[in-house]
């Protein structure tokens, strides 16, 4: 059975920081580059960070910046995003899910507000 639970988003102010939980099972996820997304409201949603099942981050969009860091411990399933300096353009609902993901699956993600 495939679940995915995001977790640790919340109100911060901007330059503030959070730290995101990805906490995910079953077989998509074995062995499975996982991804972090985000989407705003009105926008499609975007591509974050992924990072492989060794632990190696593989990927971060331009607007990350050096601002947040991806983690996972070697073989597990749950996967971090640490995330400093954040700015109002930041404010959006985060995901993670499997990169690529051709099951189209996707939890109920986690809120994030940044107030300016």
């Known amino acids: 059975q495939v679940q995915v639970l995001e977790s640790g988003g919340g109100l911060v102010q901007t330059g503030g920081s959070l730290k995101l939980t990805c906490a995910a099972s079953?077989?998509?996820?074995?062995?499975?580059?996982i991804g972090w997304f985000r989407q705003a409201p009105g926008k499609d949603r975007e591509f974050v960070a992924s990072?492989?099942?060794?632990?190696?981050?593989?990927s971060y969009a331009d607007f990350v910046k050096g601002r947040f860091t991806i983690s996972r411990e070697f073989g597990q399933n749950t996967v971090y995003l640490q995330m400093n300096g954040l700015e109002p353009e930041d404010t959006a609902l985060y995901y993670c899910?499997?990169?690529?993901?051709?099951?189209?699956?996707w939890g109920q993600g986690t809120q994030v507000t940044v107030s300016s």
């Open positions: 990072i492989d099942w060794t632990g190696k981050p593989t």
């Open positions: 079953g077989r998509i996820f074995i062995r499975a580059t």
């Open positions: 899910a499997p990169r690529p993901n051709p099951w189209n699956y």
